[in-house]
């Protein structure tokens, strides 16, 4: 059976029921591409025009979206494969989509004959004259300069960025304001302001990436709470989006910088009622209408109470799954009622005000959204992996 007549038969009916063999097909179709392509290059073309037709006619052959192989692939290999193996059919495909896109710039690669020269009177090419300045350059290289460039292909949000957006969004709808704040922060700011105590664990600098004895990285964007505190005092509804950074060991669930939402909301008569309202809504908007959440006591020292929130878990819907390790529930984020020494070391005055506040891992929902089980994927920069979102 010929390449033409094996595209057009499904892998069904080609006996093809296995990783393995998917892979082989492939192999053999992208082999013949190759052929082709170096056959065409190998034979040259006599003029410019002869070039254009032959490029043409091979690309049309292999990429013409009406009959192109290419094309009867898509339709007779991929959409027709069996649910268990289209992963590997969807894979091969596009590694040899990608190949084929030497196919488009094919003529830059190919040799023409020189035209001959026009002779000019000292026997010097006319420098002025179009073709003669052409036909220098193509001495010097076969490129014709006059032929259409590469194409980059497009970019695309980063899954990370793309779920804080989507975090931000669901908050500015319901009237908060995005706020921000350094990075390289002060010992007060990242800690003392908070009520983290000087013998608390988290300022070692076993935990913490100190600058110098009274400069830290952000442990956490709670530092901005304050500053937001000072410059707009009460009421105040704010999220917090940042990167911060930890001494922790890169792991599959670590790094040492990592993207955090926090949010806060002051006001007269603030409870935790609305804290967990809030927060309720909030999960049901960005993983659906069936989430349940569930709060648990907890302990922070610049909240008090404290509690963690936990969702039900979105990939088994509460049933136990190896994600919820069988417990049905993913804890999601901290939160709390601000501690009234908070709000006075903000300049606010507790009697009068009351707020709450949370903090989630922007890197952790993206995981959970995409399903990625190795947070490391998002700051190694491979193509392969950030191109699928
Ligand atoms: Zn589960």
Redesign the pocket.
């Known amino acids: 059976m010929t390449i033409d007549q094996k595209v057009h038969t499904t892998l069904a009916e080609l006996s093809i029921a296995d990783a393995a063999g998917v892979e082989a097909a492939f192999t053999e179709v992208r082999a013949a591409m190759q052929a082709e392509r170096d056959a065409l290059l190998a034979r040259g073309a006599a003029s410019e025009a002869e070039r254009e037709k032959l490029c043409k006619d091979l690309r049309d052959r292999w990429l013409a979206r009406k009959n192109g192989i290419l094309s009867a692939l898509d339709e007779n290999w991929l959409k027709a494969a069996k649910k268990e193996l289209k992963p590997f059919v969807g894979k091969s495909f596009n590694a040899l989509r990608q190949e084929s896109a030497t196919l488009e710039t094919l003529a830059l690669m190919m040799d023409v004959p020189l035209r001959a020269l026009p002779e000019s009177p000292r026997g010097i090419p006319d420098a002025g004259s179009p073709s003669s300045v052409a036909v220098q350059v193509s001495r010097e290289t076969p490129s014709d300069l006059t032929f259409p460039g590469n194409r980059r292909p497009l970019g695309t949000l980063h899954p990370v960025t793309q779920m804080q957006r989507e975090i931000e969004e669901i908050f500015l709808n319901l009237g908060f304001h995005i706020e921000s704040g350094p990075e390289i922060e002060s010992v007060y700011y990242n800690f003392d302001a908070l009520n983290i105590p000087e013998s608390h664990p988290s300022r070692d600098d076993w935990d913490t990436l100190y600058i110098d004895s009274k400069t830290v990285l952000r442990t956490h964007t709670s530092p901005v709470q304050i500053r937001a505190m000072e410059k707009y005092s009460a009421p105040l509804h704010i999220i917090i989006p940042g990167k911060c950074y930890r001494h922790d060991n890169p792991d599959a669930s670590h790094s040492p910088m990592f993207h955090q939402i926090e949010g806060l909301s002051i006001a007269a008569d603030v409870t935790f009622a609305d804290l967990k309202g809030t927060l309720d809504f909030f999960a049901k908007r960005l993983f659906g209408e069936k989430i349940r959440t569930r709060f648990q006591p907890s302990f922070f020292p610049f909240t008090e109470p404290s509690g963690e929130v936990s969702i039900s878990?979105?990939?088994?819907?509460?049933?136990?799954?190896?994600?919820?390790?069988?417990?049905?529930?993913?804890e999601v984020m901290g939160c709390g009622m601000v501690h009234p020494q908070v709000l006075r070391n903000g300049g606010i005055d507790p009697k009068k005000y009351s707020g709450w506040a949370f903090g989630l891992g922007v890197d952790r929902f993206a995981m959970l959204k995409y399903d990625i089980n190795d947070i490391q994927l998002f700051f190694q920069s491979d193509v392969r992996f950030l191109e699928q979102f």
């Open positions: 878990c979105i990939f088994c819907g509460g049933e136990g799954c190896r994600v919820c390790k069988e417990s049905g529930w993913i």
